[in-house]
């Protein structure tokens, strides 16, 4: 139900006290008196702790400082007047007991009258007294409709004409800031660059950064890690390639839904984090990272607490990507934690939401350990698929070593025995790779001297890959992927060379 018609549909059955939990105070009362003007006929009071009463001249000032007073106005007027109290960051008030008592004695009125109470605050506390006189609405941010007329607004005032597709992104860049901040950053594109252009969206994706700094949970990832850093793993990259637009209008208009997220398991190095961290890049979309340890608080509540924070700054920022590194860790044997039934409580209020959430926020998980794993998140619907990063194959290797080459010996990569690299790095992850790379560069360096592939292939047989110690870990995995549980990222030609 729409904000406009579920306030209607409340007011009109004289629910008493109404709380609307939103940051946009300017922009939801004239939401409520565009509202009010058209289907209902009620006179608006407005208050504030510094100005007190406002927009009424008959009550201008009243009750300056004086909470208690701002509900006493609700006593004098007439019976029959049909009235709104609309009463800014009154929430702050609520634990007073005369406040709290004062509104308990005022709902036997407003229940019996044309007149309601409607709290405006960006926090949302209601002692426990009050609950059951007190309804809350979310105040939505602007959809997309609202920022399409915002856009169009600024660009006629411009003189300027803009592409579909750029006009589509920035309207996407737009969703999960407020109409002011939405405002306000559009002044600053206009002030740097003059114009409205493709620049425009990294200044806008900048302003969500500086929502996300206001909270310790999670942390902006600033990406430029591409899809071709990647070797190999070419059914995932397929799997991402057909769902890059899926967040677009088109899409919507198509009718498809947006995609859910990933489950990404495999040892460490497989290239997980890297997968993460290019998809965000190629697709376009911010890329928040939680912080499993930080979410865990030492208060009773207070996990499931930041839990939902997290859910809504990510749902506020959306569309972005949620990147959940090592959620093994964070939720494996959540049964014999001893923290009073926290971790399971965290759990089912995450699966929940992973099931059920509507906004498009894709999760990408990642997990080192598939037995540490509840259940519960490996059964199908939390995620739209798991794929398992199996070590790369010969011919993945070559790949790999291609691309890390390229990054160190941009004009002599080409001369360098790939098949003779790879034929010697068996068992080995993409990260050690590398590292056998940077190594063979070290020896050479020591010698004063460019280093070769011979440098390489000695790193190789001085290096332990991590899957010869965690062998046992690494052949469960397999059996995973070859039984059909999990789907494999690399395709089977691979396999089969």
């Known amino acids: 139900m729409k904000f406009n018609d579920e306030l209607a549909l409340f007011l009109k059955a004289r629910y008493?006290?109404?709380?609307?939990?939103?940051?946009?105070?300017?922009?939801?009362?004239?939401?409520?008196?565009?509202?009010?003007?058209?289907?209902?006929?009620?006179?608006?009071?407005?208050?504030?702790?510094?100005?007190?009463?406002?927009?009424?001249?008959?009550?201008?000032?009243?009750?300056?400082?004086?909470?208690?007073?701002?509900?006493?106005?609700?006593?004098?007027?007439?019976?029959?007047?049909?009235?709104?109290?609309?009463?800014?960051?009154?929430?702050?008030?609520?634990?007073?007991?005369?406040?709290?008592?004062?509104?308990?004695?005022?709902?036997?009125?407003?229940?019996?009258?044309?007149?309601?109470?409607?709290?405006?605050?960006?926090?949302?506390?209601?002692?426990?007294?009050?609950?059951?006189?007190?309804?809350?609405?979310?105040?939505?941010?602007?959809?997309?409709?609202?920022?399409?007329?915002?856009?169009?607004?600024?660009?006629?005032?411009?003189?300027?004409?803009?592409?579909?597709?750029?006009?589509?992104?920035?309207?996407?860049?737009?969703?999960?800031?407020?109409?002011?901040?939405?405002?306000?950053?559009?002044?600053?594109?206009?002030?740097?660059?003059?114009?409205?252009?493709?620049?425009?969206?990294?200044?806008?994706?900048?302003?969500?950064?500086?929502?996300?700094?206001?909270?310790?949970?999670?942390?902006?990832?600033?990406?430029?890690?591409?899809?071709?850093?990647?070797?190999?793993?070419?059914?995932?990259?397929?799997?991402?390639?057909?769902?890059?637009?899926?967040?677009?209008?088109?899409?919507?208009?198509?009718?498809?839904?947006?995609?859910?997220?990933?489950?990404?398991?495999?040892?460490?190095?497989?290239?997980?984090?890297?997968?993460?961290?290019?998809?965000?890049?190629?697709?376009?979309?911010?890329?928040?990272?939680?912080?499993?340890?930080?979410?865990?608080?030492?208060?009773?509540?207070?996990?499931?607490?930041?839990l939902r924070q997290m859910i809504n700054v990510a749902e506020t920022i959306s569309p972005c990507i949620l990147w959940i590194d090592e959620i093994d860790k964070a939720f494996s044997n959540t049964e014999s934690k001893g923290d009073s039934g926290t971790s399971n409580r965290v759990l089912a209020t995450f699966i929940s939401w992973l099931s059920e959430k509507n906004k498009p926020v894709f999760v990408i998980a990642t997990a080192n350990n598939i037995d540490l794993l509840p259940l519960e998140i490996v059964r199908k619907g939390r995620f739209d698929e798991i794929f398992f990063l199996d070590l790369p194959k010969q011919k993945e290797r070559e790949e790999i070593f291609k691309i890390h080459l390229k990054e160190f010996r941009p004009k002599t990569w080409e001369t360098f025995d790939y098949v003779e690299l790879a034929q010697s790095s068996d068992d080995f992850s993409g990260a050690e790779i590398r590292q056998s790379i940077i190594e063979g560069m070290y020896h050479a360096f020591y010698e004063k001297r460019e280093f070769t592939t011979r440098d390489i292939c000695l790193a190789l047989k001085e290096l332990i890959p991590l899957a010869h110690l965690e062998s046992d870990q690494m052949i469960r995995l397999q059996e995973w992927a070859s039984s059909g549980r999990i789907r494999s990222a690399s395709s089977k030609q691979i396999y089969l060379n």
């Open 16 to 306: 008493p006290i109404i709380y609307i939990n939103t940051v946009e105070e300017d922009r939801v009362e004239y939401v409520i008196r565009k509202n009010v003007k058209t289907s209902l006929n009620r006179s608006i009071y407005s208050w504030d702790f510094v100005d007190g009463y406002t927009n009424n001249p008959n009550n201008e000032g009243f009750a300056k400082r004086n909470p208690l007073q701002a509900l006493e106005l609700v006593e004098r007027l007439n019976a029959e007047t049909p009235a709104l109290f609309l009463l800014k960051d009154f929430n702050r008030f609520l634990t007073d007991l005369s406040i709290s008592r004062k509104l308990r004695n005022l709902s036997r009125i407003l229940k019996l009258q044309p007149k309601t109470i409607i709290i405006i605050g960006s926090d949302l506390i209601i002692p426990k007294e009050l609950q059951d006189l007190v309804t809350v609405i979310e105040f939505q941010l602007p959809l997309e409709d609202e920022i399409n007329q915002e856009l169009n607004r600024l660009i006629d005032s411009l003189n300027i004409k803009l592409e579909s597709q750029l006009f589509e992104n920035l309207t996407r860049a737009c969703q999960g800031l407020s109409l002011e901040r939405i405002r306000r950053v559009l002044s600053k594109i206009i002030a740097t660059y003059k114009t409205i252009n493709d620049n425009s969206i990294a200044i806008l994706l900048s302003e969500k950064k500086q929502i996300i700094s206001q909270t310790e949970i999670l942390e902006y990832y600033s990406v430029n890690e591409k899809i071709t850093n990647l070797g190999g793993l070419a059914n995932l990259k397929d799997w991402l390639e057909k769902r890059k637009t899926a967040f677009s209008i088109q899409a919507s208009n198509y009718g498809l839904p947006t995609p859910r997220g990933l489950l990404l398991i495999g040892l460490q190095g497989t290239g997980k984090s890297l997968a993460a961290k290019a998809i965000a890049n190629d697709w376009q979309l911010p890329l928040l990272k939680l912080d499993v340890g930080k979410l865990f608080g030492g208060i009773v509540g207070e996990s499931e607490s930041r």
